[in-house]
């Protein structure tokens, strides 16, 4: 099974709740870094990493499918 048939394929409820809050540690994360006050640099990494932590659990949640 390719990328597109694994991403179009039907998710299990646990993946798509996972992909929600992989979803939303991203935009955490963007909304750390793009903060329009001056933030520490340990907290604009911090930001960074959440966003690239978020990303990466909203992938594997989406290209996980059903077993049937």
């Not at 909304?31 to 640099?41: D, E, N, R, V, Y």
């Amino acid at each position: 099974m390719n990328i597109v048939k694994r991403a179009k394929a039907p998710t299990s409820k646990f993946f798509k709740t996972l992909r929600t809050v992989g979803l939303s540690i991203a935009t955490i994360g963007g909304t750390i870094i793009s903060a329009p006050i001056t933030l520490p640099l340990g907290v604009i990494s911090i930001g960074g990493y959440l966003i690239v932590a978020g990303g990466i659990l909203s992938a594997v949640s989406q290209i996980t499918t059903v077993n049937e």
